[in-house]
């Protein structure tokens, strides 16, 4: 059997010199930077006055909160409870849609293969300053314009879903094939003609599957924004924490977890029936 060659570490560094030459500070960064994560950490933990046994005492809180959850029970309030899960469900459904409508236009507008730069950056900033803002800050905002209940949970997730939908459409045009955009021009198609017929048979299915999953995920942002006001069964659930009635607590979780399951499944098949199922290898 033949012994493997030696290999010769001077010829080695003269062909990979950026490898064996690398000054003290590229060798330094990635260890300071975990030192520096590492001290933040630190620091966040003593700042914000974290205590191991405060966190073993609430572990026991919870535990008798847990018990006290068993069996979950409605009591006379199921009606009611449905009708504010079937609120939440509009809430999340209508402002959903409200903002993929709204958005469509303005992410053209927003595409770098569209408009030019001096007419983007202006809209591309309007979208970041509208997307910026959490959905929970929009609900107490529209709270105090038209008032208490579900119209302002609607308005909170369109505005709020109105700049993400915007970042993604444009996106999800500036990623569209041009060849066909250009079969267009070449026929003596429009500017309108490129859009219509060139790029939105292409982002049409994308943006279904986005809006899609933007309303499985709204159903969660309509229950959060329900605790403020906002109306559906975001409402009911802090009223009865409020309260201490547990056993309706852990029912009125049961059921926004079942509901969210099934808008994803629901969902999910959607999105995979007009997107289309990749085939697997």
Same mark, same amino acid.
């Given at each position: 059997?033949?012994k493997?060659?030696?290999v ?19 060798r330094?960064?990635?260890?300071s930077?975990?030192?520096a994560?590492?001290? +933040? ?7 914000l006055?974290?205590s191991?046994?405060?966190f ?6 919870l535990?008798?909160?847990? %018990? %006290? %959850? ?6 006379s309030?199921?009606p ?20 993929a ?12 293969? +569209? ?14 300053s ?6 929970l800050?929009?609900?107490l ?26 970042k993604l459409?444009?996106?999800a ?21 490129e859009?219509?017929?060139g790029?939105?048979?292409q ?14 995920s ?8 329900? +605790?403020?006001g ?7 659930l ?8 547990w ?13 969210v399951?099934? +808008? ?6 959607l999105?995979?029936?007009i ?7």
């Amino acid at each position: 059997m033949s012994k493997p060659q030696d290999v010769d570490t001077a010829e080695l560094r003269a062909r990979y010199p950026d490898v064996f030459n690398r000054p003290a500070s590229a060798r330094l960064a990635t260890p300071s930077m975990l030192v520096a994560a590492l001290a +933040i950490f630190v620091f966040g933990l003593v700042d914000l006055d974290f205590s191991p046994s405060r966190f073993i005492t609430g572990l026991s809180q919870l535990g008798w909160i847990s %018990m %006290m %959850m068993m069996p979950p029970d409605p009591g006379s309030s199921l009606p009611l409870y449905l009708q504010a899960l079937g609120e939440t469900l509009s809430i999340a459904l209508l402002g959903t849609t409200l903002a993929a409508l709204l958005a469509l236009p303005v992410s053209l507008l927003a595409a770098r293969n +569209i408009v030019p730069h001096i007419v983007r950056f202006p809209v591309r900033r309007f979208l970041d300053s509208i997307r910026g803002v959490d959905t929970l800050i929009w609900a107490l905002v529209w709270i105090n314009v038209v008032g208490l209940g579900p119209f302002a949970g609607v308005l909170a997730i369109a505005v709020s879903d109105f700049g993400a939908f915007g970042k993604l459409f444009s996106e999800a045009i500036e990623g569209a094939d041009q060849r066909q955009v250009e079969g267009i021009r070449a026929s003596g198609g429009s500017a309108l003609h490129e859009i219509r017929f060139g790029l939105l048979p292409q982002v049409l299915p994308v943006i279904a599957g986005q809006v899609l999953y933007f309303i499985e995920s709204n159903t969660r942002s309509a229950t959060i924004i329900g +605790i403020v006001g906002a109306g559906g069964i975001g409402l009911q659930l802090a009223e009865q924490i409020r309260v201490l009635e547990w056993q309706k607590v852990s029912f009125l979780i049961l059921m926004i977890l079942v509901a969210v399951a099934a +808008i994803d499944f629901i969902s999910g098949k959607l999105r995979f029936a007009i997107i289309g199922r990749r085939a697997v290898a």
